[in-house]
């Protein structure tokens, strides 16, 4: 693709990569091709919408990057947090390039970063809270990020932005599905209500009480997707017709109101 042309074209020119994850799924956000982009560069994943993902859950994310050798910075660009620990950190990552900078007589050299993640993973909210401005265009439909930019962040720090990049088939229906439901791609390229079925059974796996809590069910575990929809409707009233409930409306209220965090800070995947 072209930000992938992009992103080897300029690969070179900077020190290190970051990479946005969304915390709710870092294994589905993550881009297959980062290691092959990344060309070998020191980086620091970015687990952003920490807010909305289950903190435990998210701690054993960290651990689990870290493990793989890579620096975690957990983060919710819309809210700030964490944002003041992205500068120290990517110091520290680099701590060996400024010694050696240092040793050569070049300590006023800079430092460039790349900044990579898939479309609408908060990307530009999180540079833009990092620059302290206005720096990187930003949306609410996935992608809307285009061509290249060079953003100072901090003395002897700069920063490049790039497209968000997709792969351009899913590795399977499961990932292509947590995208839609936290909103990386538009749900409307699959079908809403199978969509929803599929979720409320993810739900009924990790967290029962949510559904419970939320919607007054309690999940046997031999009900399928749209059963459970069903008895949601059931409880929120959405009759259609006598007997007969609203399968549609309770998908669109289901998947909205987890895109809202209305269900409570819910993370969709677990690493292995």
């Known amino acids: 693709t072209k930000a992938q042309r992009m992103i080897e074209e300029n690969i070179g020119l900077v020190d290190a990569v970051c990479e946005l994850l969304d915390a709710r799924i870092p294994r589905a956000s993550c881009n297959p091709d980062i290691d092959r982009l990344a060309a070998g560069k020191p980086r620091l994943v970015i687990l952003n919408r920490c807010d909305l993902a289950d903190p435990a859950v998210t701690k054993l994310w960290s651990a689990a990057f870290r493990d793989q050798g890579l620096a975690v910075l957990e983060t919710d660009a819309r809210s700030g947090k964490g944002i003041n620990g992205f500068v120290p950190a990517v110091r520290a990552l680099l701590a060996d390039k400024l010694a050696d900078y240092e040793r050569k007589g070049q300590s006023g050299r800079g430092l460039k970063i790349m900044v990579l993640g898939i479309p609408n993973v908060g990307k530009s909210t999180f540079i833009n809270k990092v620059a302290g401005r206005k720096a990187a265009a930003a949306g609410d439909k996935p992608g809307v990020t285009r061509g290249r930019q060079w ?106 109101e987890y895109h809202s965090g209305k269900l409570g800070r819910l993370s969709l995947e677990r690493p292995e």
């Open 151 to 256: 953003i100072n962040i901090d003395r002897g720090l700069d920063m490049l932005d790039t497209p968000g990049i997709l792969w351009p088939k899913f590795d399977s229906q499961e990932v292509g599905e947590m995208l839609a439901v936290t909103n990386a791609i538009k749900s409307d390229v699959l079908d809403r209500e199978t969509l929803a079925a599929n979720f409320m059974l993810r739900l009924r796996e990790l967290y029962p009480e949510a559904l419970e809590s939320r919607y007054g069910i309690k999940p046997t575990g031999d009900e399928n997707g749209f059963e459970l929809l069903e008895l949601a409707a059931k409880r929120r009233g959405f009759l259609v017709s006598r007997g007969e409930y609203d399968i549609e409306r309770m998908a669109n209220t289901l998947l909205d």
